[in-house]
C-alpha cells in the first residue's frame, strides 16, 4: 500500500509576492493516478502570467507545468505506465473520452480538468502542515519535487532522454514545434518568419528546420537570441527593432507563405499579417493576458486570402508527440539541449522569472537531485 510522502515546492500565494519554499505533503495517488518524482522543470512564460497577475488561478498554488521524472508509484488501475518509468508530464491531459479526444485533438478536450488545476475528483494533493490544500498547477506542479498526475498526463519516455531536454519536450518544444507541423503544417520549401526568438520561438525555428522550410527568418530585440537562432536553423536574423516589414519582404521575395508570433504581444501579433505573402498563414503561438485584444485590417486580410490560425500546445497529442520528439532528439536532428541556457535550483526561481521580465535566456531549467537516475 502507498502512502503520503513529502517535497519541497515552490507555492504561490498572490501577485506581487515571492514564491514559497515549502516541504509540502503529497498523498498517495489515488486510482488512475501517478506519483512522479521531478528531475526537471522548465521554467515558462505561462508561470510568469501567473506570478504577475495577468492569469487568474485558485491559491494557494505549486508553480510550473513543464516537467519530467521518474514514476514512484500509481493508483489502482494505472496500465499506461509502471514504477520507475521515465515519463514527460502534459499540462493538459485529455479525458480520452470526449469528442475532441474521439478525433484525435487532445488539445481541445473538453472533458479535462486541467485549466482548474485540480486532478479529476476536484480535489488536489498537495497538504501544507497546518491541512491547507494547496493546488497543483495545470495539474502539473513541477516546481515540487514530487507530484500527483492523472495517467493520462504522464507519458512514457526512453530511459536515455535527460531530463532537461525532457521537461523542455513537454510545454515550449511540443508548442514551437508542433506549431510548425501541426498547426501549420509547413512544406518543405516554403519561407517562414518566427517573431520572437524565446523557448518557444526557437523551438519553432527547429520545427522549421526540421521540416525544410527556407529561408527561415528570425525576428528579436535581443542580438544574443538572435544568433542563437541562427546556429539553430535560421537563415536570416532581422532586429525586431528596425523595418521589420520591408526586411523581412526583401528576404522572402514580397512576404513569407507562413509567420509565426511567438511572444504574445499585441504588436507583434498585429504585425503577422503585413510580414504574409497573399496567401499566407499566421500562426498565433505566443499567449497575450487575460482579455487583450488585437485588430487588423479585415479588408486587406480578407482580399489578400490570409488565414489567422491559433496554436493551443502546438496541436500536440502527447502520448503520440511526446516520444516523436525524444526520438528526433535522441537522433540528433533536434537540438533540445541548445535551448537551456541556465540550470538552476528550486531556490533559484526568483531570478530566473527576473530574467525572464529582462527578456534574457532562452530557457532556465530547475533541476532535481534524482540518486542518479
Known amino acids: 500500500m502507498t502512502i503520503a510522502t513529502s517535497a519541497r515546492a515552490a507555492v504561490f500565494e498572490r501577485p506581487g509576492t515571492a514564491l514559497s519554499i515549502e516541504e509540502l505533503t503529497v498523498e498517495a495517488p489515488r486510482p488512475a493516478e501517478v506519483l512522479v518524482r521531478l528531475g526537471a522543470s522548465g521554467v515558462c512564460h505561462s508561470d510568469l502570467h501567473v506570478l504577475d497577475g495577468e492569469w487568474e488561478t485558485p491559491v494557494p498554488l505549486v508553480l510550473g507545468h513543464e516537467g519530467a521524472g521518474v514514476v514512484e ?11 520507475g518509468d521515465r515519463v514527460i508530464l502534459s499540462w493538459f491531459y485529455p479525458c480520452r473520452r470526449c469528442r475532441a479526444c474521439a478525433s484525435g485533438r487532445a488539445w481541445a478536450c473538453t472533458g479535462t480538468r486541467a485549466g482548474e488545476s ?81 523557448g518557444v520561438g526557437l523551438a519553432v525555428v527547429m520545427g522549421a528546420k526540421l521540416v525544410g522550410a527556407d529561408p527561415i527568418v528570425a525576428v528579436d530585440v535581443e542580438p544574443a537570441k538572435l544568433e ?8 536570416h536574423a532581422v532586429r525586431g527593432d528596425g523595418d521589420v516589414r520591408s526586411q523581412v519582404a526583401a528576404i522572402t521575395g514580397g512576404g513569407a507563405d507562413v509567420a509565426f508570433e511567438a511572444i504574445g504581444l499585441v504588436p507583434t501579433i498585429e504585425l503577422l499579417p503585413d510580414l504574409l505573402t497573399p496567401g499566407g498563414t499566421g500562426v498565433i503561438v505566443g499567449l497575450p493576458p487575460t482579455g487583450v485584444r488585437a485588430s487588423i485590417d479585415v479588408l486587406a486580410f480578407a482580399e489578400a486570402a490570409k488565414t489567422l490560425v491559433g496554436s493551443n500546445y502546438g496541436g500536440a497529442v502527447p502520448s ?54
Open 320 to 373: 503520440v508527440d511526446f516520444p516523436r520528439l525524444a526520438r528526433l532528439y535522441l537522433a540528433g536532428a533536434l537540438p533540445l539541449d541548445r535551448l537551456i541556457t541556465h540550470r538552476v535550483a528550486l531556490d533559484e526561481l526568483e531570478e530566473a522569472f527576473a530574467a525572464m521580465r529582462r527578456r534574457e535566456r532562452a530557457r532556465s531549467v530547475v533541476l532535481y537531485d534524482t540518486d542518479g537516475a
Open 118 to 198: 485540480v486532478l479529476d475528483d476536484g480535489t488536489t494533493r498537495f497538504r501544507r502542515a497546518d491541512g491547507t490544500d494547496v493546488h497543483s498547477y495545470l495539474t502539473v506542479a513541477s516546481f515540487a519535487e514530487r507530484t500527483v498526475v492523472p495517467e493520462a498526463a504522464a507519458i512514457r519516455v526512453p530511459d536515455e532522454l535527460p531530463f532537461d531536454v525532457a521537461a523542455l519536450i513537454g510545454c515550449g518544444v511540443a508548442t514551437g514545434v508542433g506549431a510548425v507541423v501541426n498547426n501549420a503544417q509547413v512544406a518543405p520549401g516554403a519561407s517562414v518568419v518566427v517573431v520572437g526568438c524565446g
Open 228 to 235: 542563437l537562432a541562427r546556429e539553430l536553423g535560421a537563415t
Open 73 to 83: 508509484a500509481i493508483g489502482a488501475g494505472v496500465r499506461d505506465v509502471a514504477v
